[in-house]
T-cell receptor, first 112, second 112 residues
């Protein structure tokens, strides 16, 4: 099935700084999903990107899908303590292998 | 709506014991799946289902069985628990396999 590499594994930022996590694949992706997991919580779906070059925004969060549909990024502007958690990208294999394949996540740690 | 409900929230098993992790959703979703989450490994797909009566294996199916007799329920059975199955287990569902999944709150399982 499709695999995605996610970097960085950990990111420490001062509150108010920006944060970006990246997802990369060696193959063309049909779509990519982003999830957030708070410490001790469960993954929560944020957004799905489908189109080449797609950019979507949710308040301070900006999601991008690369032109070649092999990479994606999540950017948070002016981080707040409520942004703490792990951000995962996930891809849907489809066809004969349903279910999601997740990246290993980026842990966002915010220092006040 | 309750969404996706998992029981129990915590469980300790002895090596060799069997048990069933319960998962129920009230959103009439056809797609359901089970994941395990281990430190540094992200979420890995165990089994998935695309509708009642249809199940298939994911990335790490060994030691686990599933069945899907109704749209609502998707239990995960551990046949003979091993310490390597110590993990946090998440059940998830989606109306369309290639769109965002709703996750349950998880079951934290320890095998001693």
């Amino acid at each position: 099935g499709q695999q995605v590499m996610q970097i960085p594994q950990y990111q420490h930022v001062q509150e108010g700084e920006d944060f970006t996590t990246y997802c990369n694949s060696s193959t063309t992706l049909s779509n990519i999903q982003w999830y957030k997991q708070r410490p001790g919580g469960h993954p929560v779906f944020l957004i799905q990107l489908v189109k080449s070059g797609e950019v979507k925004k949710q308040k301070r969060l900006t999601f991008q899908f690369g032109e070649a549909k092999k990479n994606s990024s999540l950017h948070i502007t002016a981080t707040q303590t409520t942004d703490v958690g792990t951000y995962f990208c996930a891809v849907y294999s489809g066809g004969g292998a349903d279910g999601l394949t997740f990246g290993k996540g980026t842990h966002l740690i915010i220092q006040p | 709506n309750a969404g996706v409900t998992q029981t129990p929230k915590f469980q300790v098993l002895k090596t060799g014991q069997s048990m069933t992790l319960q998962c129920a959703q009230d959103m009439n979703h056809e797609y359901m799946s089970w994941y395990r989450q281990d430190p540094g490994m992200g979420l890995r797909l165990i089994h998935y289902s695309v509708g009642a009566g249809i199940t298939d294996q994911g990335e790490v199916p060994n030691g686990y069985n599933v069945s899907r007799s109704t749209t609502e329920d998707f239990p995960l059975r551990l046949l003979s628990a091993a310490p390597s199955q110590t993990s946090v287990y998440f059940c998830a569902s989606s109306s369309e396999g290639n769109y965002g999944y709703t996750f349950g709150s998880g079951t934290r399982l320890t095998v001693v």
